[in-house]
């Protein structure tokens, strides 16, 4: 499995098919491609209890189904040069989510974007090389975009990314 290997219906417009229920072998599987993306087959075959055939077709049904929406690797932002992160709120112009959230896309380190309820609308992870990067990033590229009304900046002093467990 590729790491650009993406559901088909992961496409923005294309509608994915309703949700089926997942069993105890589909959770496992699941838990297991968390752990390690770039399991073969056969191991996940075996840990799962599964032929290689049946475990083939359940990860190909979860990644038509979008349930799985791509394989990709876990960085160390600070090892690869993307030292500063920070949590940036966003309050924005009443139904303008879909245009905001396309030039949110658009940014250098943005790596995580929600709509939200609460005292903001939007809330955005980015990574950047350093407090210099971060501060053109939101004066300059966020503070910019008409619809955004303001932005608050939480700086990120350590993080953790939660593993599953294996």
């Given at each position: 499995m590729a790491p650009e290997q993406m559901a088909?219906?992961?496409e923005p417009g294309v509608p994915l098919p309703p949700a089926r229920p997942l069993d105890a072998i589909d959770q496992d599987i699941l838990q297991m491609l968390q752990a390690d993306g770039r399991a073969s087959i056969r191991s996940v075959a075996e840990r799962a209890h599964v032929s290689r055939a049946n475990a083939y077709a359940?990860?190909?049904?979860?990644?038509?189904?979008?349930?799985?929406?791509g394989f990709g690797a876990r960085v160390d932002h600070e090892r690869a040069g993307q030292g500063t992160s920070a949590y940036i709120t966003l309050k924005i112009v009443q139904n303008s989510w879909r245009t905001v959230r396309e030039q949110l896309r658009l940014l250098p380190g943005a790596s995580h974007i929600a709509l939200v309820g609460g005292d903001f609308d939007v809330l955005l992870l980015v990574h950047t090389p350093d407090n210099r990067a971060l501060r053109e990033l939101v004066l300059t590229r966020l503070q910019a975009i008409p619809e955004v009304l303001s932005t608050r900046t939480l700086l990120v002093f350590?993080?953790?990314?939660l593993e599953p467990e294996g």
């Open positions: 088909e219906g992961a359940r990860i190909n049904r979860l990644i038509d189904d979008g349930v799985i929406r350590e993080e953790e990314d």
